[in-house]
């Protein structure tokens, strides 16, 4: 499972790929994190052609909040484009607390449990974790 990281996130993101490398499920499940820089996505793309550029990829989007209104918020761009297929996006509840140990692996928890059960979450929209 690979999760396109948003930009605003990356400092967080690497301390949960810490717990999750730490917690020995790279050894179990295959997880990578990638950054937009890496896949060449502009960091100044719009929540639609991220959405897009994620749903093509087979890449689910981990996000603490992209845009909430118009016509090109995240939450817009699920409610119109979203199908019983696609991937849902991640979305942290609290980005303050991830520095926090216990927040941070129920992340991790939830995220692991998306991976082993990801059939269950397919066409959901938006998840919030923990």
């Known amino acids: ?9 990356e ?8 717990s ?8 179990l499940l295959s997880i990578r994190f990638v950054i937009f820089e890496e896949v ?3 960091i100044n793309s719009s929540d639609r052609i991220v959405w897009r550029f994620a749903q093509d990829n087979q890449m689910i989007l981990l996000t603490a909040n992209r845009s ?3 016509t090109d ?14 991937l849902p ?21 939830r995220l692991i449990e998306l991976v082993l059960y990801i059939e269950n979450y397919i066409g959901v929209g938006r998840i919030f974790i923990p």
């Open 89 to 109: 996006v991640v979305t942290l509840g609290n980005i303050d607390r991830v520095a926090e140990r216990d927040y941070r692996e129920q992340c991790v928890d």
């Open 20 to 27: 999750i490398t730490a917690g020995g499920w790279l050894d």
């Open 40 to 42: 060449e996505l502009p």
């Open 68 to 70: 909430m209104k118009g």
């Open 11 to 18: 400092g967080q993101a690497l301390m949960l790929f810490g």
């Open 73 to 86: 918020s995240l939450e817009q761009v699920i409610r119109e484009e979203s199908s019983p297929t696609s």
């Open 1 to 9: 499972m690979i999760f396109i990281i948003d930009p605003n996130i």
